[in-house]
């Protein structure tokens, strides 16, 4: 059975930083595309980030590039998300994903996953 774990989520001030982490067992996602989203209370979930399996291509929304790195470690099968210069907006429950097969049309696109974490929460304070 698939499962990914967030963790890494708190309160933190703006302009501070967090490191998320999604642990996957159930099966080896070294050769999947990995992705990052998030939800705010109200508010659709959103793309943030996505890395090709070898992590040589990668895709970050317009509101976190250049303050937002994915990265993975695939012998660990982890996905992390380094946030930096974290703003109020940040605000949301972060989930990783990941597809069950090996190529996807869209690494943005939020169908294109079938396996998802339960979510960590990011809260920044202004």
């Known amino acids: 059975q698939v499962q990914l774990v967030e963790s890494g989520g708190g309160l933190v001030q703006a302009g501070g930083s967090l490191r998320l982490s999604c642990a996957a067992s159930?099966?080896?996602?070294?050769?999947?595309?990995m992705g990052w989203f998030r939800q705010a209370p109200g508010k659709e979930r959103e793309f943030v980030a996505a890395?090709?399996?070898?992590?040589?291509?990668?895709y970050y929304a317009d509101s976190v590039k250049g303050r937002f790195t994915i990265s993975r470690d695939n012998a660990k099968n982890t996905l992390y998300l380094q946030m930096n210069s974290l703003k109020p907006e940040d605000t949301a429950a972060y989930y990783c994903?990941?597809?069950?097969?090996?190529?996807?049309?869209?690494?943005?696109?939020?169908?294109?996953?079938?396996?998802w974490g339960q979510g960590t929460q990011v809260t920044v304070s202004s």
């Open positions: 159930g099966r080896n996602f070294s050769r999947y595309v």
């Open positions: 890395s090709s399996w070898f992590g040589g291509i990668t």
């Open positions: 994903a990941a597809p069950d097969g090996h190529t996807i049309a869209n690494m943005r696109g939020e169908t294109e996953y079938d396996y």
